[in-house]
């Protein structure tokens, strides 16, 4: 089975860095991903992982380490439009179609 | 075409009704998906389509039947349901084998359904 877990809120301030952690415990690993999610609306893909180390692209960069099960996903420069929960998934062992997520954390951006 | 477009957004039924939401994708994904997302809470996976043949149906309970009519096209027949049903229904697809894809899901938008 797989175990995924995230913080459930964070607070921030716009300008600032923020880091959100995702742990994972599963029978096997073939990657991690990062979704964006804004109320009420659709997920929306932001970073996969599947090798240790941190993979940069603009604002947004996403760690990986894969002997501790943790990745993390970190906000510079944050924006009032960053406001939104932020979702790690993994997909089974082998491939296959079942993308399990994480709770969400629900970040909010604040002057 | 990199969407993937589901209508209706909103839809509000009584518990006697029948209705259908509809899912649709041309970038040649041939898994697709039916996830429902309560709200503050990550999106549960109900059904998968691969290669237009279900292939996992998460024990979901029989008054929501899936149907793929051809490799574009993703139905979710509702029938019978009951308020705790209400739920924002989401439906993605991917090229095939998750871990394959860099890009794992496209996600629609959503119905926002209300079973009243």
């Known amino acids: 089975g797989q175990n995924i877990d995230q913080p459930t809120e964070m607070t921030a301030t716009e300008g600032a860095i923020v880091q959100i952690n995702c742990t994972y415990q599963?029978?096997?690993?073939?990657?991690l991903f990062w979704y964006q999610q804004h109320a009420g609306e659709a997920p929306t893909f932001l970073s996969y992982n599947v090798l240790d180390g941190l993979e940069e692209k603009g604002r947004f960069s996403s760690f990986l380490s894969r002997s501790k099960g943790y990745s993390y996903l970190l906000l510079k420069e944050l924006q009032m439009k960053d406001s939104a929960s932020y979702l790690c998934?993994?997909?089974?062992?082998?491939?296959?179609?079942?993308?399990?997520f994480g709770t969400g954390t629900q970040l909010k951006v604040e002057l | 075409d990199t969407e993937v477009t589901q209508t209706p957004k909103h839809l509000v039924m009584g518990m006697t009704n029948k209705k259908s939401l509809k899912c649709e994708q041309h970038?040649?994904?041939?898994?697709m998906y039916w996830y429902k997302q309560k709200a503050k809470k990550p999106p549960e996976l109900m059904f998968v389509y691969s290669y237009e043949k279900l292939s996992i149906n998460e024990s979901v309970p029989s008054r929501f039947s899936p149907e793929c009519p051809n490799s574009s096209l993703l139905n979710l027949h509702l029938h019978a349901l009951q308020p705790e049903d209400s739920a924002l229904y989401l439906c993605?697809?991917?090229?095939?084998?998750?871990?394959?894809?860099?890009?794992?899901?496209?996600f629609g938008s959503g119905t926002r359904l209300t079973v009243v």
């Open positions: 993605a697809s991917s090229q095939g084998q998750t871990g394959g894809s860099v890009y794992g899901y496209t």
């Open positions: 998934a993994v997909p089974p062992l082998g491939g296959g179609n079942k993308l399990t």
């Open positions: 599963t029978s096997g690993f073939n990657g």
């Open positions: 970038m040649g994904h041939r898994a």
